[in-house]
């Protein structure tokens, strides 16, 4: 486990606009409880609760991926309108303790999915 720090910064904010993820314009996700999370260079990564997304539409698989800063994540597809878009989330359900704020929530892949903000 490594820590946040200078030399790989990593912030967590709340998102005082509307976060909705769609897919072919089926809507899988719509908050205005998403967490912003920026970590070093890489672009934010808005992390969505669980109960403002239509979790009918996900299927976890068997992908699992581990973050020296947040710990291990898990994945899950989509299916809408008939397709099934792989491993499109990721989700840290036991983060390590320095990213507690992001357990559970869902993150979303921008190239696989649509992420809009709505002031």
Known sequence: ????????????TANPRRVRVSVD?????????????????????????????????LARTERTTHCPYKGDANYFSINANGKRIENSIWTYETPF??????????????????????A
């Open 1 to 12: 486990m490594k820590l946040p720090g200078p030399d790989h910064p990593i912030t967590i």
């Open 25 to 57: 314009g089926v809507v899988i996700a719509d908050t205005t409880r998403a967490l912003t999370l920026k970590e070093a260079s890489y672009p934010a990564v808005q992390y969505v609760p669980r109960e403002d997304t239509n979790m009918a539409l």
């Open 97 to 118: 303790p320095a990213m507690a704020e992001i357990a559970g929530r869902l993150a979303f892949y921008p190239d696989k999915v649509r992420i809009e903000e709505v």
